[in-house]
């Protein structure tokens, strides 16, 4: 059986890739986030608790092991061709945690898997981040000082991401084959990621759909000012940080968590009532944006980072970075060349 192993990068396109797995009518065997129904739940608490979130000196390595390898056995019987993990957080972990995933899922994958990495340019990437803390976690803070916010983080925060080359190292010092793939080429052609993973024989018949999940500029724009404007607070209690996942789990549990439950729809509802509201106001206010802009001490910290990554990038992966928009180097000239007399 072979294997396909997608890590994110989160904003880019992972929630449509995981829609397209779950759509997906082949013989492929999907395992990650969204309803597997179709998937053992000993298998799926397996991927979910003890894979991807126990610290190592809890993990029980061999549990994890059986409980895998009785989940593939039970694929192959089925007719499985293809296991397919897929989890945008991977790569997100601070620290030492995605080495130490990357660990724990080489022991678990097929022998024959490839891993799938699809990068965003990073300011691009930043932005979206920034939009979607302002949607989903009430974030008042300008662009500028959530992009310091995050630089001070370092590797506890969105910086791991935007260290492609590390990503893709880490990646690649575990699994032989490995795939990057680019945001920016797959809103140009949705079969982007069809035709890199049939050049190492897996088919999946689902279409990547074109939609974005993300609000527009224009929209967060809005949505920022009536957020700002009504005074209430989204952010709910951090401590508790709720995913559209854990939503599922409260739901098949409500006698017990209802009212964690009751307090987590009262602040969907109001998101989703902002967002209604900000859709409405773009028809009379459509040429608006938030506000980007970054200060001169931002840019002198962030941006030698990045051409530092991307020209790296461009020298071992030989992406064309620069025709999609990434931050490079200016081309050094030549010198002129010296004549004997």
Same mark, same amino acid.
């Given at each position: 059986?072979?294997? @396909?192993?997608?890590?994110?990068?989160?904003?880019?396109?992972?929630?449509?890739?995981?829609?397209?797995?779950?759509?997906?009518? !082949?013989?492929?065997? #999907?395992?990650?986030?969204?309803?597997?129904? /179709?998937?053992?739940?000993?298998?799926?608490?397996? +991927?979910?608790?003890?894979?991807?979130?126990?610290?190592?000196? /809890? #993990?029980?390595? =061999?549990?994890?092991?059986?409980?895998?390898? *009785?989940?593939?056995?039970?694929?192959?019987?089925?007719?499985?061709?293809?296991?397919?993990?897929? &989890?945008?957080?991977?790569?997100?972990?601070?620290?030492?945690?995605?080495?130490?995933?990357?660990?724990?899922?080489?022991?678990?994958?097929?022998?024959?898997?490839?891993?799938? *990495?699809?990068?965003?340019?990073?300011?691009?990437?930043?932005?979206?981040?920034?939009?979607?803390?302002?949607?989903?976690?009430? +974030?008042?803070?300008?662009?500028?000082?959530?992009?310091? #916010?995050?630089?001070?983080?370092?590797?506890?925060?969105?910086?791991?991401?935007?260290? /492609?080359?590390?990503?893709?190292?880490?990646?690649?010092? /575990?699994?032989?084959?490995?795939?990057?793939?680019?945001?920016? &080429?797959?809103?140009?052609?949705?079969?982007? *990621?069809?035709?890199?993973?049939?050049?190492?024989?897996?088919?999946?018949?689902?279409?990547?759909?074109?939609?974005?999940?993300?609000? !527009?500029?224009?929209?967060?724009?809005?949505?920022?000012?009536? #957020?700002?404007?009504?005074?209430?607070?989204? !952010?709910? &209690?951090?401590?508790?940080?709720?995913?559209?996942?854990?939503?599922?789990?409260?739901?098949?549990?409500?006698?017990?968590? %209802?009212?964690? +439950?009751?307090?987590?729809?009262?602040?969907?509802?109001?998101?989703?009532?902002?967002?209604?509201?900000?859709?409405?106001?773009?028809?009379?206010?459509?040429?608006?944006?938030? =506000?980007?802009?970054?200060?001169?001490?931002?840019?002198? @910290? @962030?941006?030698?980072?990045?051409?530092?990554?991307?020209?790296?990038?461009? %020298?071992?992966?030989? @992406?064309?970075?620069?025709?999609?928009?990434?931050?490079?180097?200016?081309?050094?000239?030549?010198?002129?060349?010296?004549?004997?007399?």
């Amino acid at each position: 059986m072979k294997g @396909l192993l997608h890590i994110g990068m989160p904003t880019a396109r992972a929630s449509a890739i995981r829609d397209m797995f779950l759509a997906d009518k !082949s013989n492929n065997f #999907y395992l990650g986030k969204g309803p597997t129904s /179709h998937v053992p739940s000993q298998v799926q608490f397996a +991927l979910e608790t003890e894979l991807l979130q126990i610290p190592s000196y /809890h #993990y029980n390595s =061999d549990l994890v092991a059986t409980v895998f390898r *009785l989940g593939l056995e039970s694929a192959a019987e089925n007719g499985a061709d293809v296991l397919i993990v897929s &989890d945008d957080n991977i790569v997100s972990q601070s620290g030492d945690g995605y080495d130490s995933h990357m660990t724990r899922l080489k022991a678990v994958m097929p022998e024959d898997t490839v891993v799938v *990495l699809v990068i965003r340019e990073q300011l691009d990437f930043l932005r979206a981040s920034y939009k979607h803390a302002l949607v989903h976690d009430g +974030l008042r803070a300008s662009f500028d000082n959530f992009v310091k #916010y995050q630089l001070l983080r370092g590797s506890k925060g969105l910086m791991s991401c935007l260290d /492609h080359v590390s990503l893709a190292g880490v990646a690649a010092a /575990h699994f032989h084959k490995l795939e990057i793939v680019l945001y920016e &080429d797959l809103a140009a052609n949705p079969r982007a *990621l069809h035709d890199v993973l049939e050049g190492h024989g897996i088919e999946v018949d689902a279409e990547l759909t074109d939609v974005e999940n993300e609000l !527009s500029d224009a929209e967060a724009y809005h949505f920022q000012r009536l #957020y700002l404007r009504q005074g209430i607070d989204l !952010s709910g &209690d951090r401590s508790l940080a709720f995913g559209s996942d854990d939503m599922t789990t409260l739901e098949a549990n409500r006698p017990i968590f %209802d009212d964690l +439950l009751q307090a987590e729809e009262v602040r969907v509802g109001s998101i989703m009532a902002l967002v209604g509201a900000a859709k409405e106001a773009l028809k009379n206010e459509p040429d608006v944006s938030l =506000d980007y802009s970054l200060s001169e001490q931002t840019e002198a @910290l @962030l941006f030698p980072f990045l051409l530092q990554v991307n020209k790296r990038m461009v %020298d071992i992966m030989g @992406l064309p970075l620069e025709a999609r928009g990434y931050m490079l180097p200016e081309a050094e000239e030549a010198a002129p060349a010296e004549l004997d007399s």
